[in-house]
């Protein structure tokens, strides 16, 4: 039997999870600098929580846990009779795996409530799961860090957000782009052209028109049900260009008959001064095509991608404002982001933004002689840690050449030989695996040199 | 509807979050200074991985998931008919949560073995699952903290890791008893008495001698079917006592006669004296009757108890020779231990360790009187994150009382107040939560004071 994992599951290596924690710790601090507190939800939640939430095609994907025991006591034998698989798992599987870090949020905020401080700024950094069909860069297990802050419809909460995106990103030394839309001006524009229920295929449109030019995205809409008044009436706002402001003063104007349109056209504004007005190393952009989430978000949509590298959207977020709605509690705005872990690790891959110094290993091997010697290098490397030094003896004693191949190819920088000589002397030799040098140093020297 | 969460399973508030921290990055950080190094297995891992490693029992507390699509489209009609739950399972579901790290961590040495390093030193602090009765202290997703060092036998390891954890509970402020056994030696006791398939029998009436007396003792081991000789050749060792050096030197003399029982004297002998060597701040003691893992465990075995609190074992461990073999990896001997973390939050709640400066909160909240107010409030706080200064805004421009009432209820230990006064002279006010005194200060002496 060869042993293996789900498919569209992962183990992380040590060299993996030294790279993960980077990105992790650098979102967390981020994180907890802005105001943001960890909570954390069970990895099952029970399936009343969850169905329903993510659509007809979410609930397919959703893993859902066998009951435990006799699961199929209680189960209609008819339903059994006929294999009626669909309609037999809500009588045999009562929880299921988290799908998202959104609904347990919004589920955790109702049960909690009376415990809770509003507006309540948390962030959860959690794996969920997901029954997709495993390809390149989808996985069934994958990690999301989300920021959230609820109770409040202040803008500021915009400001703040786009600015720890820049922040986590300058941290990372990832270049981005952060593009922003609001669902109100989509709202707006739908007013506008009296089609609401084609606001997808609008998007879709305007996201296109640099590429296929307006007469191929006219015709597209054409067939997708859009009338002629309609099409006309899209046009001015599918030929805006210019620079943020100049697109912005453009999309006021057109839709200075929206009520909901120019509220839009207003957030956006604020939003975007407010974040310039403070300095941001990122990109800002307008893009009105912009759409994710569209039956979710109320307010701000944010999207972020990398400036060089070719890959899907590594964070993005917006604001909400009946969240908690479904599970009783009306009326509670939110915003919130979430970064993708690991299109952020491929994207450091790609680049090989990993520190120089990032510790993927111990930092000294203590060579293993014998008893008396090894006796001698356990009482050094206990100052060692005790210096905050990670420090590790060969447990056995092999070959010279065997431990030496063991620290080379577990990446340890440094070797630490304790042998007859060194013993009498009181000395250790240091041996630095990179440039081959090596020095007489004692326990002290060699913790000032390494610490 | 009420939202809730499955039985036995736990949210963590942002108060507990930070307590939980502390207890993991403690242990994360020894681990790291021994030199072991993090790896993550997924949480569903095959079914044929998990079934028949954790006894019959475990089996049954599988988490299992049920196959995504027409799960029943390939069922047994018969099976369905009858309702067999039993048979049913393996065809209606192919995967399971990971019901600890172990068997986790021996499917991924076998896997990945031609990437590793041997000897190769592992950590991992995962969630695992178990469909056990919840009860106090007992949970159906629970973290697990383990190292392990696995391809050497050398008992240099054993010593470490009783190093590390007597490291662990220093730095948490716990006293601990670290007890230890070999399985060596109750292979011995078994070769004396000649009833080896008694052993579990042995250690409960070993354990039992200090509160009933060796008569009741003996009783209880004719009940359970000791033959008359036996039990009179069990009698010396019930019967052992003096310090951890005297029971073990009486230990050789009555175990002279089994080569297996004095190979486990010895390796006791190393491992207490070799530790004892090193300097450790917790107690060891020596328990013949330490049975835990007893058809796993081949060699040391380690449990950990807390000193000032009635609680469990909060960590343990062992040695063992055969791992990975039943995955197709034989004769590779390993020794690992596992902190129990929930146990050891309990202890740290019952005696209220927890440091004082644990950060729960946002350093300071910046009130929030206006527009003109707050935008200078955001640009400060730009420069207090700077600082590593965690810091927020009050998004609403709400009534004082009600923002002070948060950063109270909050448990936010400073508040920053930028009025009018404050805008005209280019200061803050800074106010101390617990003093409740407060202080004009410039942006930079602020930063100063906090960082």
């Avoid at 710790?25 to 105001?35: A, C, K, Q, S, W």
């Avoid at 307006?214 to 859009?226: F, S, T, W, Y």
């Avoid at 007005?277 to 944010?302: C, H, M, P, Q």
């Amino acid at each position: 039997m060869k042993p293996s994992i789900p498919k569209g599951t992962r183990d992380f290596s040590t060299l993996e999870m030294s790279r993960r924690n980077y990105i992790f710790d650098t979102i967390r601090t981020v994180f907890g600098l802005f105001g943001y507190r960890q909570i954390e939800t069970p990895a099952m939640e029970n399936l009343s929580t969850l169905m329903g939430k993510y659509g007809e095609e979410g609930d397919k994907l959703l893993f859902k846990i066998l009951n435990s025991g006799d699961f199929l006591a209680g189960a209609d034998p008819k339903l059994l009779q006929e294999a009626d698989s669909l309609h037999l798992t809500s009588q045999i599987a009562e929880k299921g795996l988290r799908y998202d870090l959104t609904v347990p949020f919004a589920r955790f905020v109702v049960q909690h409530r009376n415990e809770l401080q509003f507006p309540f700024k948390r962030f959860q950094i959690q794996p969920v799961w997901r029954a997709d069909r495993p390809q390149k860069g989808r996985y069934r297990e994958f990690y999301q860090c989300d920021a959230d802050v609820i109770g409040s419809d202040s803008l500021i909460n915009e400001v703040e957000l786009l600015q720890l995106i820049d922040e986590v990103f300058a941290r990372l030394g990832i270049s981005i782009t952060i593009k922003l839309n609001n669902r109100k001006v989509l709202a707006g524009i739908a007013e506008l052209i009296g089609s609401p229920d084609k606001l997808i295929d609008i998007t879709v449109a305007i996201d296109k028109i640099d590429k296929i030019g307006i007469d191929k995205v006219n015709e597209e809409l054409a067939e997708r049900g859009l009338s002629p008044e309609a099409i006309e009436a899209l046009s001015p706002i599918l030929t805006i260009s210019g620079s943020v402001e100049e697109r912005l003063a453009r999309l006021s104007e057109l839709l200075g008959q929206s009520e909901i349109g120019r509220l839009g056209v207003d957030e956006l504004q604020y939003v975007l001064s407010h974040t310039a007005e403070l300095g941001l190393r990122a990109t800002l952009d307008l893009d009105v095509s912009l759409a994710r989430g569209l039956n979710y978000y109320t307010g701000t949509i944010i999207e972020v991608k990398a400036n060089d590298v070719a890959i899907g959207s590594i964070t993005g977020g917006g604001r909400y404002d009946n969240l908690t709605g479904v599970f009783g509690l009306p009326g509670v705005s939110g915003v919130g982001i979430s970064f993708g872990a690991d299109r952020i690790y491929d994207v450091l891959n790609a680049l090989n933004l990993y520190p120089a110094e990032l510790a993927t290993a111990t930092k000294v091997l203590f060579v293993n002689f014998g008893a008396q010697e090894a006796a001698r290098s356990m009482a050094i490397i206990k100052q060692f840690r005790a210096a905050g030094i990670s420090a590790e003896i060969y447990p056995d004693e092999a070959k010279m050449k065997k431990q030496m191949t063991y620290a080379n190819a577990a990446g340890i920088p440094f070797v630490a030989i304790i042998g007859e000589t060194e013993l009498e002397a009181g000395t250790i030799t240091l041996k630095d695996m990179v440039s081959g040098t090596q020095e007489q140093l004692t326990a002290l020297q060699a913790i000032d040199k390494l610490a």
